[in-house]
């Protein structure tokens, strides 16, 4: 097995998500790559210092210039903010370094735009981060769809929803400020994402965009707290999709809901073992949703559990996309999403914006190159 040096930008929520899925990845997957966690960076020696002898790095900088450039760091995961990505992935990519980059792909269209013109111009692998879609119940969820078990899609109904805002008197943040960091930004990119891989392109949107509360402690809120648009998809299907961080009751409402011409498809986040399954076969008396507890048969399962129902969880997600990004580099092929799919979401997130101002139904084709 070869080893490869890691990088991580950031060590908050994110970044120790991605240290622990490339400590474990190996043990996991037995991984041809087996990464060394070589040096994290955050926003100042002392953070620096301590992400470092917490999460097992070599080193430790407050100067993510120095974490790319350093020569044993062979391949950088960007886990900071938005804003920051595109400086980072380009800086990465002029080296010839592979960058996993999590969602959103940048904090504006134009942001995505340069970072795929980056990476198609240096030849290197890229990824970005939906790792909702990679559950073993959305994987299924895919294949059934694949293989027309459901049959013709017509209608995919999804949401993401939390309520880490839904208290008014919560004070203002940082989520607070700035187009990027509203729900249109941070939470929508994901069920546009699943929207994508579950239900093919979409072609045209109709959105609404609010702000719930507009003032938090006396700080004016400068961002949305939630978001709806109806859409087409190219496959004929017609869709809504809702996000939210003032949604009382829900913490990971990362759910959908799929209608074919053979039957359905519902899927819930918050309990992300099970699956449910409408076929429409059979006397009328026994149909109904059959309830699919996931296990070894599904998708990425096994290597984590060898019983069924025992389940999967959160942090196996980002071992799975730690496992792809490391498969893609040792093939030099890329592995679904790329930074070209985290495009098509940031396409959408645009045309959505301009389909609220304008209070009209918008083509993608207006924010496609």
Not at 82 to 106: D, S, W, Y
Not at 333 to 342: M, N, V
């Amino acid at each position: 097995m070869k080893r490869i040096g890691i990088g991580i930008v950031g060590g908050g929520y994110m970044g120790k998500a991605h240290a622990v899925a490339m400590s474990a990845v190996g043990a996991v997957f037995d991984t041809p790559l087996r990464p060394v966690l070589e040096m994290v960076a955050a926003s100042t020696p002392e953070s620096a210092a301590r992400y470092r002898d917490a999460f097992g790095f070599r080193q430790g900088t407050a100067d993510w210039r120095d974490l790319v450039a350093a020569p044993e760091v062979e391949a950088v995961v960007i886990a900071s903010p938005q804003a920051t990505h595109r400086p980072i992935a380009e800086a990465a990519f002029a080296l010839g370094k592979p960058v996993f980059c999590e969602k959103p792909l940048g904090a504006s269209l134009s942001d995505a735009r340069a970072m795929v013109a980056a990476a198609r111009d240096s030849g290197c692998v890229n990824m970005v981060g939906f790792n909702y879609v990679r559950t073993p119940a959305t994987q299924f969820a895919r294949r059934l769809i694949a293989g027309g078990e459901i049959g013709d899609l017509v209608w995919f109904r999804g949401e993401h929803t939390e309520d880490f805002y839904a208290d008014p008197a919560a004070p203002a943040s940082w989520r607070t400020e700035g187009e990027a960091n509203g729900t249109m930004g941070d939470l929508a990119p994901h069920m546009i994402n699943a929207a994508l891989a579950l239900a093919g392109p979409i072609t045209s949107v109709m959105a609404q965009i609010d702000t719930v509360h507009t003032d938090r402690g006396g700080v004016a809120v400068t961002n949305d707290d939630q978001a709806q648009m109806m859409c087409r998809f190219a496959s004929g299907a017609s869709g809504h999709l809702f996000f939210s961080r003032v949604a009382h009751g829900r913490k990971m409402g990362y759910a959908y809901e799929i209608t074919g011409t053979k039957g359905a498809i519902r899927f819930d986040q918050e309990d992300q073992n099970a699956l449910w399954l409408y076929r429409a076969e059979g006397p009328e008396a026994g149909r109904g949703f059959t309830k699919i507890l996931t296990g070894p048969a599904h998708p990425d399962y096994a290597a984590f559990c060898q019983g069924p129902g025992h389940g999967t969880g959160y942090q196996d997600q980002i071992i799975i996309e730690a496992r792809d990004f490391l498969a893609a580099i040792a093939s030099g092929k890329a592995i679904w999403p790329t930074f070209e799919d985290g495009l098509a979401v940031s396409e959408i997130v645009a045309a959505a914006r301009s389909s609220h101002a304008a209070r009209a139904w918008t083509d993608l084709r207006s924010f496609q190159e």
